[in-house]
Structure formats: C-alpha cells, structure tokens
C-alpha cells in the first residue's frame, strides 16, 4: 500500500511539472529564457530540435542549491523520457523552425 500512495504521489507530481516539449512549444522564447534565468541555469543557447528533452537538461544544469531541486531531479528525467517520444512527434515543425530561427539564445 505504501508503493501505491508513493507512485500516485510520483504520478501526480509529473503531471504537475508540465512537459518540457509542451513548454517549449507553448511558450515564447523570452518566457523560455526568463523561466530558466530564474533559475540561474548555465545553458546559453538550447536547440529547437528535441527542445524538451534539452529544457529539462538546463534545468538540471541550473543552481540546483534550490530545496525543491533534489526531490524534482527524478521527475525531470522521467520527464525527459516522455519529452523525447513527444519531441520525435514534433520533428517536422521543429526542425522547421531550427532552420528559419537557429538557436534559442538564453
């Protein structure tokens, strides 16, 4: 029983952390960059290609001297696995938009 509350807890807190490729597809690039200058992230540039995948490693490569920093490791990484299935989805327009647009600058 306590596998049970522990997994709708993990479950729950990956649905709240939103998807990184839902995030980089939805937001503007300066949301992008304000979100992950909050966070005093070290990336200076992210591809648009699998641009989830790569949200999720600048977050990781951030401060991380947050409290709420240790515990989201793993659901940033679970959520990786997911970014990737959606991100392959997503190749047409985001390679697309790699090619018009480059680079998001941070």
Same mark, same amino acid.
């Given at each position: 029983m306590k596998y049970?509350?522990?997994l709708s *807890? $993990? !479950?729950?807190s990956l649905l709240l952390s939103g998807c990184g490729t839902v995030t980089t597809l939805t937001s503007t690039d300066q949301e992008i960059a304000t979100n992950l200058n909050k966070q005093k992230s070290s990336c200076i540039s992210m591809p648009r290609? &699998?641009?989830g995948v $790569? &949200?999720?490693? *600048?977050? !990781?490569n951030s401060n991380g001297s947050s409290i709420y920093f240790t515990p989201l490791v793993g659901v940033y990484l679970i959520d990786s696995v997911f970014s990737a299935a959606t991100d392959t989805v997503a190749l047409p327009y985001t390679i697309y938009t790699q090619s018009q647009q480059g680079n998001l600058d941070i």
């Open positions: 049970a509350s522990f *807890c $993990a !479950l729950g290609v &699998y641009s $790569a &949200y999720n490693m *600048c977050k !990781l």
